[in-house]
Each structure stands twice: as C-alpha cells, then as structure tokens.
C-alpha cells in the first residue's frame, strides 16, 4: 500500500507521513497539515482534527472532477482546503524536515506532515483460519477495515468457543483496545471452556 504513491514509504519511514491525527496529533499541533484521500470518512475525522491544526488541505488523489461533490463541501465547510488531481510524488525536503507534494496539473506544495490511513485488513495467514471456523469478516468505513465481530462485550463469536481479541474484534484499532478486550475474551473463555 506504502507503494501506491512514489515516495510514500521513505516519508512514512521518516515519521512525516502519520496514519492517526489522534494517535500523533499532540506532536503535530498547528502544523501545515496534507491529508493523502478523500473519502467520508476522511470529513469524520477531519470534524475532530480543527482544534490542533487550521492549516489543513485535502489532497483528493483523484482525477479532477472525480470526487464527490458533497463530499468536498463537507470539507471546504470545515474551513479545509482542497487540491483535487492524482497525487503524483510525495518527497522528504532536503533536510528531512518537510514534505514536498507534487499533485498532476496543480503543481508542487510542501507541508509539514502528511495524514494517510492506510486500510487494515486481515493477514492473508489468519483469513483461512476464519474461513474455516466459519467466522464472518466484516469491513468497515472506508478505508478498509475488516474485523470479526463478536456476539457480546466478552468477545465471544458466532461460533461455541471462540473468542476474538485485539485489533481482529474492531474497527477502532488501538493498543488500549487491544489489551481491554484481550484481558476480557481470556477471563471469559476461561470460564466458557469449563462448561464445555
Ligand atoms: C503504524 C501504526 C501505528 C500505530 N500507532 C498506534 C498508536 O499510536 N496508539 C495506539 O493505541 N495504537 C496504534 N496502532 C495500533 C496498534 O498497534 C494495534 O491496535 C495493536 O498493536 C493491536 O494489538 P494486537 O495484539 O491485537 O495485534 P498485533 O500487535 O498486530 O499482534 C498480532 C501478532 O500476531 C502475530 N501473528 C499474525 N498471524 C499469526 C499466525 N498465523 N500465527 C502466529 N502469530 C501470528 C503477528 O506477527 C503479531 O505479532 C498503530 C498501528 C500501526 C500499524
């Protein structure tokens, strides 16, 4: 995925491309923000992104005229603004600092950090395991973001005696999520086990 744009994973490597304003967004505080995609989900997150940066553009990476119009207004009624065209190149500046944005037919622009979610999905070791457990993947919003869903807050599943746990039983993937639900889903199948 880092591939799809040239020179995203050299930015990324250099912690100037981040995934989450929320997880990063304290260290990035009113800073020149360039959000990579444009989806309704993007307007969700960007709703909450006002009160640690003003100095936002949306970076459409797609054909002009492409994107959803209403979509767009979401945006533009946040206070953001928009550079519709394929993202062509994103480049470190020479000094590693900030990032140097070429957008097809609008040219070049440098901010400081670049916000990209990439999409989560199940590694291709575990799918076959679901698969034959009989487990259901679910995505959410975009970007892609599959997870099992468990049957209640224990992280009990579909199928009798299998609990999930960790990224696998969310959408909202964190560290604090992961180990909630893991010290949960362990207790109770601990318990489950006892009655089988
Ligand atoms: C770039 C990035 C930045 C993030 N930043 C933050 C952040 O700032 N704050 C935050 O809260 N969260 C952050 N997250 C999310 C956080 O890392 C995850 O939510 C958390 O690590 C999930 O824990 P987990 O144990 O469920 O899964 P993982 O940490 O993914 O652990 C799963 C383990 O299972 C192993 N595994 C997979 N398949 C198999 C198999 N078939 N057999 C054996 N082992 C297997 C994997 O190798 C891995 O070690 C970030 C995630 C990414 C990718």
Not at 113 to 123: A, D, I, Q, Y
């Amino acid at each position: 995925m880092l591939d799809d744009v040239e020179g995203l994973k050299e930015v990324w490597d250099k912690g100037k491309a981040v995934h989450c304003m929320f997880c990063h967004g304290y260290e990035n505080r009113d800073k020149k923000l360039a959000q990579l995609g444009l989806n309704p989900m993007v307007v969700h997150v960007l709703g909450g992104i006002g009160t640690l940066s003003k100095d936002v553009t949306v970076l459409t990476n797609e054909p002009v005229g492409a994107s959803d119009p209403k979509v767009m207004d979401a945006v533009k009624s946040l206070g953001f603004s928009i550079i519709e065209g394929k993202v062509e190149s994103t480049k470190l500046t020479h000094d590693d600092d900030k990032v140097e944005i070429a957008v097809k037919d609008a040219g070049k622009t440098t901010f400081d950090v670049l916000l990209w979610t990439p999409s989560t999905t199940v590694s291709e070791g575990v799918r076959p395991l679901l698969d034959n457990l009989g487990l259901q993947v679910k995505s959410g919003s975009m970007p892609i973001n599959e997870y099992v869903e468990p049957i209640n807050p224990m992280g009990k599943t579909s199928v009798p005696g299998v609990f999930v746990a960790g990224d696998i039983q969310t959408p909202m993937k964190s560290v604090s999520m992961a180990l909630a639900s893991g010290s949960i889903a362990g207790a109770f199948a601990h318990f489950d086990f006892g009655h089988l």
